[in-house]
């Protein structure tokens, strides 16, 4: 059994050393390429910390102090399924945050994302601007066995498709396959374009991956790159080698390889890459990431090296981010975005997260300088009252709420309410559809709700935080 540990670095979207970033979502290089399920992480405890917000603060060396300048916001509906991906920068002209794009979510009754769209903010006209659409399908195990993407075409106000990946599994349901298709509007057909394929090992390890192109004139597929993969007898990933398929001398060709260190348990202490010099036929080191843990076995240091120097044998230091935790919470206790179910293997966190400092080297002084810090804002939410919300046709958000709060109610007749922790009602507003409700002249604190409506009355709490962060 694989320990089931907390990542949340893929939270840090567009914000991770080493990474590929695509559209609004980061994938790391090394990362595990073993399944793409968007799911919540949730868990049955009944008082869970739900994250509700991530604010970046970047060093200000003229001015000697830390200033935000960017805010990523969660929204969650009653069954704790992230809707909402708000990224917002800081404004320092209007002294407020500007929103800047987001990820809207739609899920299945078993919480699967079945479709998210992404938009950006037009400054100049005010309105948000519709980018791509993806949709998933998934079979009765929970596996994703198809995604369409989508572009918005605004001549025509419509979405026109124009890639799609298929999945296939096994037994075991292991990813052994994906699929890739382009559109072809002349032909009116889905053209193939590569193909992916994995092997495991009897305890489950992925110990190959292969990539294909589709060659057209002979109408099959053509390897041009495989992974290999290597475990020890504790089912740790030791190494990998990349290789690159030479058709014309029908040869493997070396091309990359990681060699990964363990502590005494199931924490990687370092990952070394190296490339294959054609010139001398060797390994040449090229990157090198140092992980450090404390006696909880939370990762609190992360170094990123590169450019090694033949001649000194030593490193060019890259990068350093640090992590701090609160440790009286685990991730069965935590409501977290999807975002946080994806990403790298040699990222895990197996408590709280509560900030992320990166660091840059200094040659001059030879010590590492803080210049951006990412604190996690979360709420407390009891699930026995607010998740039991899941017919009763309304959704209160974002919450914690800063200026207004939103209630999306099917019923035309409900009312909405908001009482101070004194009793003193302070909101009273009918609701019909989707209603925003402006609190942006409330003292920031917890307040109750209560919405009656014709099928009952639901009451819950709010935070307002009517603050810059």
Known sequence: MKKNKFNPLTCFAGFVLFAVCIGS???CQITDFSGRHMKMSKS?????QRLDSMVNESYNVEKSKWIADEKKTYTYDT???????????????SSQWIDDNKLEYTHDTYGNVVQYIDYYWNKSTSQWITGTKFEQAYDANGNMTQEVRYSWIKESSEWLWYYKEEYIYNADDELTQCTHLNWDEVAGEWV????????????????LWACYSWDKPSGEWTIYW?????FDENNHKTQYIDYNYDKPSDQWTNSWKGVYDYDGGENITQYEGMKWDTVTSQWIKNVKLNYVYDTDGNMITFVLQCDWDTTTATWFEAGQEGYTYDNNYVPEDLILPYLF????????????????????????????????????????????????????????????AN??????????????????MQGRKV????????????????????????????SGMFSGKVVICNSEK
């Open 25 to 27: 979502s980061c994938f």
């Open 44 to 48: 049955s405890a009944t008082i869970k």
């Open 427 to 454: 909101i009273s507003q009918p609701l019909n559809g989707s209603s925003q409700v402006q609190v942006s002249q409330l003292k920031e604190g917890v307040y109750l709700y209560r919405v009656e409506s014709s």
């Open 226 to 230: 495989k992974e290999e993969i290597t």
């Open 403 to 420: 200026g207004f709060v939103i209630i999306d109610a099917d019923d035309p007749l409900a009312v909405f309410e908001l009482y101070d």
């Open 341 to 400: 179910g994806t990403g790298d293997e040699n990222f895990t966190f197996i408590h709280q997260l509560l900030t992320k400092t990166i660091y840059d080297w200094t040659d001059s002084t030879a010590q590492w300088s803080a210049f951006k810090i990412s604190t996690c804002y979360y709420s407390e939410q009891d699930i026995a009252s607010v998740f039991s919300h899941d017919n009763t046709g309304f959704l209160i958000y974002p919450n914690p």
């Open 79 to 93: 069954m704790g399924n992230n809707i909402r991906y708000l990224v917002s920068k800081w404004d320092t002209t």
């Open 192 to 207: 193939k374009y590569y193909l992916e394929e994995w092997s495991y090992d009897d305890n489950g390890n992925r110990i």
